[in-house]
């Protein structure tokens, strides 16, 4: 069965949409998720606790559409990221781009952050609504090792992503040349091509990426 707080968020949502008064526990549980949201942002713990335990939705969200896990992930936050799962915080809710806390922690390159959420189950090969995923991001930003931590979670080093891109070219376009030198060690096959019918290295001559074209050059 649907628990109440669950129930209770759905209230809003359909009162919000139809334009209906909206009742005072309604009113109440949105308070609360302004509090829980605003207690993530200062990493207030003890704020995040009374929230919940008031009754705030563990994946309510922000304005962008952040959920508080996503919000600790983005800012790096640990210990509130661990809680908020301990908590019920869905590992896989995206934000409204597709953003997921695995995407985010990969983006910042946050090695404590990732591990936890792949402890947790978070899918690794989830896009986003632009169709990049958390191995795009941290090759592209060149995070190495979160690169390595997905590969170790499972990711094919060369799964073809949106355009038939693969995180060696993703690497390779923006000159990250240690990701580059990871990748290659994992196995990544250099000769691939693009839906251009370009290659990591054709890439990464395109881009400027002077470290990255020498290294797949092989000398």
């Known amino acids: 069965m649907r628990s109440t707080h669950a129930w209770r968020a759905m209230a809003i949502v359909v009162l919000a949409v139809s334009g209906a008064a909206v009742p005072s526990f309604a009113a109440d549980t949105y308070s609360l998720n302004e509090q829980l949201l605003a207690a993530v942002r200062g990493n207030d713990e003890a704020g995040v606790t009374r929230a919940l335990d008031a009754g705030a939705i563990v994946d309510s969200r ?3 559409g952040d959920t508080p896990l996503i919000s600790a992930c983005k800012k790096g936050m640990t210990a509130m990221a661990r809680m908020l799962i301990e908590r019920g915080a869905n590992v896989n809710q995206a ?6 806390p695995l995407m985010a922690a990969a983006f910042e390159g946050n090695r404590e952050v990732v591990a936890l959420l792949i402890a947790h189950h978070a899918d690794p090969n989830s896009t986003d609504r632009v169709g ?4 795009e991001y941290a090759s592209g930003r060149g995070h190495a090792a979160v690169v390595e931590q997905l590969l170790d979670a499972g990711v094919d080093v060369n799964a073809a992503y949106h355009n038939h891109l693969t995180a060696l070219m993703w690497a390779a376009g923006y000159d990250q040349m240690q990701t580059v030198s990871l990748l290659l060690a994992r196995g990544a096959n250099r000769d691939l091509r693009d839906d251009r019918g370009m290659t990591a290295r054709d890439i990464a001559e395109q ?13």
């Open 207 to 219: 881009t400027g990426s002077t470290h990255a074209a020498l290294l797949l050059s092989g000398h």
């Open 132 to 135: 990049k995923t958390a191995m």
């Open 62 to 64: 922000n304005r962008i």
């Open 95 to 100: 934000d409204v781009q597709g953003i997921t």
